[in-house]
């Protein structure tokens, strides 16, 4: 499975649009871009996940170029609550196959 | 959406001791994964449990120290064998389900190992 790489961590304030990019220059065809949260003593949970172009829903934005080498994930008017892990991960094609977590962005948000 | 159930929730074992952690699902999957989580860092896919055969295992993970046992669709074990300090780690049951192939997580087991 092709490499994500993302920030390690992030700062932001509330009321704020936070932008988190990944980078995945190895991306393959059938892969699909998928982006998940984890709060402190949880398991992470599935935010969104696109192929190509825009992806919107009520949590978050996906933003996905043309060629695919790189995607993010835009979180409109953040609370303390969005405070957490966020994993860049790669699903592949319509297959259930494993999927492999990266160090993933510690984003945190502050008052 | 899927309902993981994982037991124990938290232990603490001792040194040279092994643990057995359930993982119960509420609807059948093909497959089902165990992660570990250790503190602060990512998750790191141990190995999927295929009903039927085999567990396959990743790189640095081997069925003497995880033995992994899936004996129905919907139920799977997996068990930390002889362990040590640096197994103390935070195991994660999940699976794949939905149009969207979503992982779906159980709360986790969080192993402190003396």
């Known amino acids: 499975l092709a490499k994500t790489t993302q920030p390690i961590s992030m700062d932001s304030y509330e009321g704020q649009e936070v932008n988190i990019t990944c980078s995945h220059n190895n991306i393959a065809t059938n892969d699909y871009i998928t982006w998940y949260q984890q709060f402190p003593s949880q398991g992470p949970r599935f935010i969104i996940q696109?192929?190509?172009t825009k992806v919107t829903n009520e949590v978050a934005s996906l933003f996905i170029p043309a060629d695919r080498k790189s995607s993010t994930l835009s979180l409109p008017r953040v609370s303390l609550s969005d405070t957490a892990v966020y994993y860049c991960l790669f699903k592949r094609g319509n297959r259930d196959d494993k999927i492999i977590f990266g160090k993933g962005t510690r984003l945190h948000i502050l008052p | 959406s899927a309902v993981i159930s994982q037991k124990p929730s938290r232990d603490i074992c001792q040194r040279g001791t092994s643990l057995t952690i359930q993982c119960q699902v509420d609807s059948q999957v093909t497959m089902m994964f165990w992660y570990r989580q250790q503190p602060g860092q990512s998750l790191t896919l141990i190995a999927t449990a295929n009903q039927g055969s085999e567990a396959t295992y990743e790189s640095g993970f081997v069925i003497d120290k995880f033995p992994i046992s899936r004996p129905n669709l919907t139920f799977s074990t997996l068990t930390v064998s002889n362990m040590s300090p640096e197994d103390s780690s935070i195991y994660l049951c999940?699976?794949?389900?939905?149009?969207?192939?979503?992982?779906?997580f159980g709360e986790g087991s969080r192993l402190t190992v003396l």
């Open positions: 696109g192929y190509k």
């Open positions: 999940s699976v794949i389900q939905g149009a969207g192939g979503e992982l779906f």
